[in-house]
């Protein structure tokens, strides 16, 4: 149980914090925090994502306050003198080389929002080479993907999720504007190049004007598509690639017959998969 992802901007760490050190009351310490700088939650205020250093701290404190131990905030020490002992796994999500080299010091989880497994490589390497530098086994580090998904045919698959590569095309515009370009693989970047703006009023919407500029072949990267045997296939590919969890964006319409049909078609048949494995 978790958020993926909250920010330390629009929702305050301490009070983060405390949300989370109630649900561990209540669940017996099941809770996950999910965390990156924000993006959409942000962008609809006319604020730009958080910086790095307040995602860093904003896990430190959070971290700290959730498993029951004392943190100075702000010039105030605080304590969740009533909670604890729990232990609370941080995932962070995020793709340019500073996220993925924190995530490497000092994170649980890796949440990548995309089911490319070429990409997912390159990102999973980064990040297990900043664990090394860290001093921390890369093993211990979980990976999950994030992404849009249609059982059926492609080509409705697609107009269904063209709108996902669109949502990530703003991660993507703000790496390029921050590193350059041969810092990041081609495969993530090239695509962004025709995109005009994002309107965030139509924001994660199947149909959304924003995906105009989205093609078929970034559309099958990034998504997962097809029929059920195909959804199975990708999923083992993704594990692969250094994928332990993958997140089914169930927001393309027909969700209840989605749900349905990976529940009924491809779980048992990607969790038999796992269980065989040596």
């Known amino acids: 149980l978790g958020t993926c992802v909250t920010n330390p901007a629009t929702r305050e760490p301490s009070v983060t914090a405390s ?16 965390i990156g700088r924000g993006d959409s939650a942000r962008r609809v205020l006319g604020k730009p994502p958080t910086t790095m250093a307040t995602l860093e ?13 004392p943190i100075d905030y702000e010039g105030t020490k605080l304590q969740f003198t009533w909670t604890g002992p729990w232990t609370l796994p941080v995932w962070v999500a995020g793709y340019g080389p500073m996220a993925l080299a ?6 649980d989880g890796l949440i990548l929002q995309l089911a490319d497994p070429d990409l997912i490589r390159w990102f999973v390497g980064q990040m297990r080479e900043a664990a090394l530098a860290a001093g921390r086994d890369p093993a211990s580090i979980s990976v999950q993907a994030a992404a ?88 083992a590919e993704l594990a692969d690639a250094g994928v332990h969890q993958f997140n089914l964006y169930l927001m393309n319409g027909d969700e209840e017959a ?12 990607v969790n038999g998969a796992a269980t065989s494995r040596p």
């Open 19 to 34: 949300a989370l050190a109630v649900l561990n009351e209540l669940s017996g310490g099941r809770m996950d925090l999910g």
């Open 57 to 69: 701290e904003a896990i430190t404190v959070i971290k700290a306050l959730v498993e029951g131990r």
């Open 102 to 107: 924190m995530t490497g010091r000092v994170a």
């Open 148 to 235: 849009s998904a249609y059982v059926g045919p492609r080509e409705l698959g697609r107009e269904r999720t063209r709108w996902f590569p669109a949502l990530v095309s703003n991660h993507v515009v703000d790496l390029v504007n921050k590193y350059p370009r041969e810092q990041l693989p081609a495969s993530l970047t090239g695509y962004v190049r025709d995109r005009s703006g994002y309107d965030y009023l139509h924001h994660a919407e199947v149909g959304s004007s924003n995906a105009a500029f989205v093609g078929d072949e970034v559309t099958d990267r990034f998504c997962i598509l097809g029929e059920a045997d195909e959804h199975v296939a990708k999923l």
């Open 258 to 269: 989605q749900l349905e049909a990976y529940g009924r078609d491809i779980i048992p048949v």
